[in-house]
T-cell receptor
Framework: GAVVSQHPSWVICKSGTSVKIECRSLDFQATTMFWYRQFPKQSLMLMATSNEGSKATYEQGVEKDKFLINHASLTLSTLTVTSAHPEDSSFYIC????????????FGPGTRLTVL | GQSLEQPSEVTAVEGAIVQINCTYQTSGFYGLSWYQQHDGGAPTFLSYNALDGLEETGRFSSFLSRSDSYGYLLLQELQMKDSASYFCAVKPSYSGAGSYQLTFGKGTKLSVIP
């Protein structure tokens, strides 16, 4: 149980294009999902907290107009990187917490974005 | 704000025991978690302490002292597959609906050698 999937697992795009990343909880309902970004050999940095049916809460320094988050259902949250640039290249990871498992966060496999 | 300190690298021999320390300074605190991450993979949950003391899960144990703002992860009977990065993470705030935010340390890269 507590499986989180992400799609795609990797994507390469041209500068200026937009990329959508999906995060799904497969065997449970996730009221809250989290989006992280991780640069090589660095830690995970929380980008935003996504609550089903409401606007995401973004961390300081994260542009909400550039990183659009939609949490339309209890099993799906999407992150859209708009007008991507090379500096947006990173490993994007989502997670969901499971109340019955002590509120621990379970992570998706991540999406590696490369912007040319 | 939040800050967590843990060693950047640790090397240990297969079969040995290794301890990875974590000290933290946070505005709020609901618990300390440990995650393992292999290169190119996603973090996987290892252990969690909300109260002082030792939690044991198989070869892995985790300890917390809230008064000292300190915790550690203990790995016993090290195996080659334990080579990975290990992150401590605190829960500094409640996000609502039973969820808590996590703030991660910078990670400790563990190398297990034969």
């Amino acid at each position: 149980g507590a499986v989180v999937s992400q799609h795609p697992s990797w994507v390469i795009c041209k500068s200026g294009t937009s990329v959508k990343i999906e995060c799904r909880s497969l065997d449970f309902q996730a009221t809250t999902m989290f989006w992280y970004r991780q640069f090589p050999k660095q830690s995970l940095m929380l980008m935003a907290t996504s609550n089903e049916g409401s606007k995401a809460t973004y961390e300081q320094g994260v542009e909400k107009d550039k990183f659009l988050i939609n949490h339309a259902s209890l099993t799906l949250s999407t992150l859209t990187v708009t007008s991507a640039h090379p500096e947006d290249s990173s490993f994007y990871i989502c997670s969901a917490s499971v109340t019955v498992r002590g509120n621990e966060q379970f992570f998706g496999p991540g999406t590696r974005l490369t912007v040319l | 704000g939040q800050s967590l300190e843990q060693p950047s690298e640790v090397t240990a021999v297969e079969g040995a025991i290794v301890q990875i320390n974590c000290t933290y300074q946070t505005s709020g605190f609901y618990g300390l978690s440990w995650y393992q991450q292999h290169d190119g993979g996603a973090p996987t949950f290892l252990s969690y302490n909300a109260l002082d003391g030792l939690e044991e899960t198989g070869r892995f144990s985790s300890f917390l002292s809230r008064s000292d703002s300190y915790g550690y992860l203990l790995l016993q009977e090290l195996q080659m597959k334990d080579s990975a990065s290990y992150f401590c993470a605190v829960k500094p705030s409640y996000s609502g609906a039973g969820s808590y935010q996590l703030t991660f340390g910078k990670g400790t890269k563990l190398s297990v050698i034969p």
